[in-house]
């Protein structure tokens, strides 16, 4: 398989626009009663994120042979609750930032209590997206009902919620890599995994996939994580959307800071190599994924 | 049908500890990992409530021939939402409480940042809860998952996030009859019928009779409503929790302001009576829910 990250890059813009898309029918409520949450809910969502989660969706409905648009609810509810732990996170009792990818944060433009209520409003949300998947055809219901419990599991006090809960206890501390490596595994790789496996499991994947699937996504949530470290240390303002060192500067344990520069890139590249190996029962219908985890040794934001 | 007051109270009570039972098993990982959340969560979910959803969840179930047990995790999930919506309410952002029925509220005991995390992870446990229902035998998944989306749709941005919203803006400002009966009906009458409803529809309940509960919920939820105002001008403190006044202190539009005592009482009166209509096709076996109504009348806390 060749990778070419210029055209791969494309293919993510494409992918980006098509879940976009998806969204804003999903969102279309924008004039709806209250109109303030409607408003505040949507500028949430467009926040122009990568739209790493619904692609996941999509491409784990694919290797199972299904049809992406079989998962459009699923996808678009996987976004909702990124955008929902962004909104939160943002708070000023949380990490208390006032931009987010060059705008300014939901509580900045709504206010604290509106910006609460909107992520609660599209964490709820989600769910019933995630119940809709009953009405597309073909669908087993008894499917349906165990991707809404997986996804609760990684998105919950012993997924993200817990996640974020460790990672601003550690503010300050001394941490070392396994603790590092819980944190992140909780606030980011459990709803990585969560997606890709709601995708195939509404597609009808068999368990000895969905465990391969599992592996991959372990290795791309902590690859995702170590170069996104990186990027914090020297990437680009203008395109991360944050000042660089910013992690630095609220004392925060990274994986540059306890392995070097250097040392960071050797563990991100083993990742990638682990996601690699988990794809090798698939063929070349996996071949998005190789070169989504190879592109992470790429990313400039 | 009789009503028997002093019996009635014990009645609940004796409801009340059943679901603190159910609780307490679906709550037991107060020590998993992280730790403070789930002692957070665990803390306020018992928070002294009356646990009036997770009851109505029974009796709905009941009146449509099912059993208890057959929809106790909907039950816990009902109440959870109501937890998480307590916690973010009380926080500082919004109406800044100190106290909730005498204990300190979960912010003032976790911090900030750990109470509104709490309520994310209520909300978000709640959602796995309802789609465990489909681990019970008997119950059509389908059902479950029409249960997922309209308690989603009660609680989301149309529902009880909507109506905080409107509560919060109504703050200091002139509202009217219709004006207030939405906030209400959004904030806590949605959630009532969801319950009600979520009971009745894993049991297998026909539309035709759903749609006599929906009428029994509309007046409950004004009637208990109108009595939260009346029993904030002339409540007993020690019963109800909180400061009486607080509604007139913190400038907000009531049911006793906009028709004064005795009007409000007759409001009361009038939901109730409508109420007890909304059951006529039902028997001798919705008694339970035409004392319910009645007691709405007596209440104390």
């Given at each position: 398989m060749e990778f070419d990250c210029q055209q791969f890059r494309q293919e993510l813009q494409k992918r980006k626009e098509f879940v976009d898309g998806c969204l804003e029918q999903y969102l279309s409520?924008?004039?709806?009663?209250?109109p303030v949450i409607h408003q505040a809910m949507h500028y949430a969502v467009f926040n122009?994120?990568?739209?790493l989660r619904p692609i996941l969706v999509f491409e784990g409905a694919s290797l199972a042979g299904g049809d992406r648009s079989s998962v459009v609810p699923a996808a678009c509810a996987l976004e909702m609750i990124h955008s929902y732990s962004l909104v939160h996170d943002d708070l000023p009792a949380m990490d208390?930032?006032?931009?987010r990818r060059g705008k300014p944060t939901c509580h900045r433009v709504y206010g604290e209590a509106n910006a609460i209520l909107t992520g609660d409003a599209l964490l709820t949300r989600a769910f019933a997206m995630l119940a809709q998947?009953?009405?597309?055809?073909?669908?087993d219901p008894l499917r349906v009902l165990r991707v809404i419990e997986e996804v609760s599991q990684a998105a919950g006090s012993r997924g993200m919620v817990g996640g974020q809960v460790l990672d601003l206890e550690s503010e300050g501390k001394i941490l070392d890599e396994p603790g590092l490596e819980t944190i992140h595994r909780l606030k980011t790789g459990e709803l990585f995994k969560a997606a890709l496996r709601a995708g195939a499991l509404l597609a009808g994947m068999d368990e000895a996939k969905l465990n391969c699937l599992d592996s991959y996504a372990r290795g791309f949530g902590l690859a995702f994580q170590i170069t996104d470290d990186i990027l914090d240390v020297k990437g680009d303002e203008a395109l991360i959307g944050k000042p660089v060192g910013s992690d630095e500067k609220n004392n925060k344990i990274t994986y540059p800071r306890l392995y070097g520069l250097e040392g960071a890139w050797v563990l991100a590249r083993e990742n990638v190599e682990a996601c690699l190996n988990s794809?090798?029962?698939?063929?070349?219908?996996a071949d998005f994924l190789r070169r989504l985890a190879l592109f992470l040794l790429e990313r400039d934001s």
């Open positions: 409520d924008r004039d709806a009663f209250p122009g994120g990568k739209r208390d930032d006032d931009f998947n009953r009405q597309i055809p073909g669908v794809l090798q029962g698939f063929g070349e219908s």
